[in-house]
């Protein structure tokens, strides 16, 4: 079992910035896919951004540009630099690993863009 805990959400003006963070509570590496989802109210969990097995990033469309993702495996830690904050960001956001053929997630963290 792993463990993942979102922190860094909050409230935000429109053209603020926020960094989220996931501690994973086993080991990560750059074999394991992770990345952060986001599920705005009445609408599906989407993908944001993410690193794949083989570690490269993906970027959801509406995100490139002003969305960055790291990772520090020492750290066990996820990241995810938000700037340039729209109102249409405001979402929980969701970090997800896949791990020895597991998808665990973490319970999520609110962002909420202010216009």
């Known amino acids: 079992q792993v463990q993942l805990v979102e922190s860094g959400g909050g409230l935000v003006q429109a053209g603020g910035s926020l960094r989220l963070s996931c501690a994973a509570s086993r080991s990560i590496s750059n074999i394991n896919p992770m990345g952060w989802y986001r599920q705005a109210p009445g609408k599906q969990r989407e993908l944001v951004a993410m690193f794949t097995s083989g570690g490269r990033t993906n970027y959801a469309g509406s995100v490139k540009g002003r969305f960055t993702i790291s990772r520090d495996n020492a750290k066990n830690t996820l990241y995810l630099q938000m700037n340039s904050l729209k109102p249409e960001d405001t979402a929980v956001y969701y970090c997800?690993?896949?791990?020895?053929?597991?998808?665990?997630w973490g319970q999520g963290t609110q962002v909420t863009v202010s216009s």
């Open positions: 997800n690993l896949i791990r020895l053929g597991n998808s665990y």
